[in-house]
């Protein structure tokens, strides 16, 4: 008998996939995760909270998610313009442009680090230009900011792009016609429109920015309490075969980042439902 | 408000959408703009709203040349083809739009904006949906609320792109009528795209024939039927059967036979192409007086205010023909039977050359 659990679809094989798809997901995230807590159960919670409590452990908690939600930030703004602009115009190589948005994802990491460095090192390109304008480029949040928005820009392109490609050119041209100058469009029309996508996009992109640790730890500088991010400090404890300690840090940053994902998608939930499917 | 096109010149790449288009269209009026896709109708419609630029001529405003106006400030009321509607909004939100991104100083207060609002909705019949969010609504209810959108803001002109080119056929009827009621009471100078002859016939004042980029006639709808300016018109606003022939006094020879033509008189034998509208035989069980086509009926279809019926001569060529249900009855018309056909009139000749 067929319980009312499930909902009659002419769909074949529905408790095979649900069945592989739980199987799938236990294997490569929900047990590895789970020995994540195993490790740290292995603390008194007294113990777990003076870890996750220490002055540099929360001062590599405030760098790592300062400098991620700053970096997801500048991508939101400039990530939707470059977006915008691969939609709405054609101009010669415009597709090496977009294979170029790929390119930090394609890239590397430590590659991108070396890189990043090099040219922000008050020695180099960026850097020397930026030392005679009294701002330090490597070696301080500013340098994991540029390195993390470098990481994370591929993410809002990616997400907004196919949003903005669905967007009817008339609706602009009807908000147009109707009085709107070209601010107001953007502000009462497309914004809104986009805006679901836009905040997948940077949760995405600060997601990943909060876990980055290749691209980073080369223009950090990795001084303890001023530019050591969480996941260094996690190595860092590892080298030291302090395994519980940085199964801790880790589980501080998994609630913080779930807490924080959770609320990006019931917004991302919230302003999604009134867009309907025209 | 009156709307003048002078000599518009438009061209997409290599090519031509509009070629040296000029047309008056005056104020109150109801004006349909018709053609097959591609003729350019849907361009000077654009040109005339200001979403797109003509490459050379003028276009004038109540005599002022609007060349230097933004969309925003012309004054127009567009209508899309697919709505348009915002989708984030809801139909109250959607209607107001337009007061509400006014600059400060000419901005309704929101107690007035909602009075205009239930007002234009009253207007459409659709009240009842003004917490609804488009996507909620059918075709046409959708494009009623685009309407209502486009009347909030007091448009001088009212331009409408295909409006109803995607409703049910039953829908587009209702919505036709509505638009020349609507029309009729407020007087606003209005010009509408359109490719369904029918529609265009049934609602413009006048109606604008468009082919591949030029005007072939402006006039009404009873003129633009009656009288097609040229072999594509005629073609355009309805069925039509053509034959090859040739043209002697009162006479069409057609193959062997001689038909008699009403109402012809040429100078001298001609080739000619005729072009004779489906209501335009006179079928018979007999050979009548004078001479007249023989066929048989190849298909019949008698559901409908007229009877259709689709002939083929003895070489072959087919005629597509609609009688009166009374015709049918006397004829007694059945799948098979052998008719003569003569002609009670034709639409339109074209001569191809004189015959020697």
């Not at chain 1, 959770?262 to 439902?273: C, D, E, I, R, V």
């Not at chain 2, 609007?66 to 989708?87: I, M, N, P, S, T």
């Not at chain 2, 609002?117 to 494009?143: A, C, H, T």
């Not at chain 2, 006039?219 to 034959?243: I, R, S």
Request: glycine share 8%; proline share 5%.
């Amino acid at each position: 008998m067929q319980t009312d659990f499930v909902k009659k679809s002419i769909l074949p094989g529905f408790t095979l996939s649900l069945g592989f798809t739980i199987f799938y997901l236990s294997l490569i995230v929900l047990i590895p995760l789970s020995m994540l807590f195993i490790k740290t159960s292995t603390l008194t919670f007294v113990q777990f909270w003076e870890v996750i409590t220490a002055p540099r452990t929360l001062a590599a908690y405030g760098l790592s998610f300062g400098t991620a939600f700053a970096a997801a930030c500048v991508n939101a703004v400039f990530g939707s313009i470059i977006a915008w602009v691969l939609v709405r115009y054609t101009f010669p190589g415009k597709r090496i442009v977009d294979a170029l948005v790929d390119f930090p994802l394609a890239l590397p990491t430590a590659v991108a680090g070396i890189t990043l460095t090099e040219l922000y090192a008050p020695t180099g390109w960026v850097g020397h230009f930026l030392q005679s304008v009294g701002i330090k480029g490597a070696f301080t949040p500013f340098g994991i900011t540029v390195a993390l928005t470098f990481i994370g820009l591929p993410f809002v392109v990616r997400t907004v792009q196919p949003v903005l490609e669905d967007l009817d050119p008339q609706i602009e041209e009807a908000a147009a016609s109707l009085g709107a100058d070209r601010w107001q469009t953007v502000r009462l029309i497309i914004l809104p429109v986009i805006f679901p996508a836009l905040l997948t996009g940077v949760t995405l992109a600060f997601a990943r920015a909060i876990g980055e640790y290749g691209s980073v730890i080369f223009i950090a500088g990795n001084m303890p309490m001023k530019t050591e991010i969480a996941p260094l400090l996690i190595m860092t404890k590892l080298e030291q075969y302090d395994y519980a300690g940085a199964t801790a840090i880790a589980i501080g940053m998994l609630l913080i980042s779930f807490a924080l994902l959770a609320t990006a998608n019931y917004f991302q939930w919230l302003t999604s439902k009134n867009l309907g499917k025209t | 408000m009156s709307i003048e096109v002078r000599n518009i010149h438009k061209k997409f790449g290599a090519f031509k959408a509009l070629d040296n288009v000029s047309l008056k269209v005056e104020h109150g009026e109801l004006l349909a703009l018709l053609g097959p896709s591609g003729s350019g109708k849907t361009s000077l419609l654009r040109i005339v709203a200001g979403l797109d630029f003509h490459d050379s001529g003028q276009v004038l405003f109540s005599g002022q040349d609007a060349r230097e106006q933004k969309v925003k400030d012309r004054g127009v009321g567009f209508v899309f083809q697919h709505y348009a509607l915002f989708r984030h909004m809801t139909v109250f939100d959607n209607i107001a739009f337009g007061l509400r991104v006014q600059p400060p100083h000419l901005r309704p207060s929101e107690q007035a904006v909602r009075a205009k609002v239930m007002e234009l909705l009253k207007l459409i019949q659709l009240e009842w949906v003004v917490d609804r969010f488009p996507w909620q609504l059918s075709g046409g209810q959708r494009q009623r609320i685009a309407l209502a959108r486009a009347l909030a803001v007091k448009p001088r002109v009212l331009l409408l792109d295909e409006p109803f080119g995607s409703l049910d056929a039953q829908v587009r009827k209702e919505l036709r009528m509505w638009l020349r009621r609507f029309h009729d009471e407020a007087h606003i100078t209005t010009l509408f795209v359109t490719h369904d002859q029918e529609e265009a016939l049934e609602v413009a004042d006048r109606i604008v024939v468009m082919n591949q980029g030029r005007i072939e006639q402006v006039g009404t709808p009873e003129d633009v039927y009656h009288n097609p300016a040229n072999a594509f018109v005629l073609n355009f606003l309805g069925n039509v059967n053509f034959f090859h022939c040739r043209l002697a006094e009162g006479k069409a020879i057609i193959g062997e036979t001689e038909l008699e033509v009403p109402g012809l008189s040429v100078d001298q034998p001609k080739i000619a192409k005729l072009y004779v509208r489906p209501n335009q035989f006179k079928l018979s069980r007999g050979p009548g007086k004078g001479s007249s086509l023989k066929a048989i009926v190849e298909y019949l279809n008698p559901a409908g205010t007229l009877v259709k019926a689709t002939l083929k001569t003895e070489t072959g060529e087919r005629i597509h023909v609609e009688i009166t249900q009374e015709e049918y009855r006397q004829l007694k018309l059945v799948k098979l039977m052998p008719v003569f056909v003569s002609l009670k009139d034709v639409s339109y000749s074209e001569y191809v050359q004189t015959a020697g």
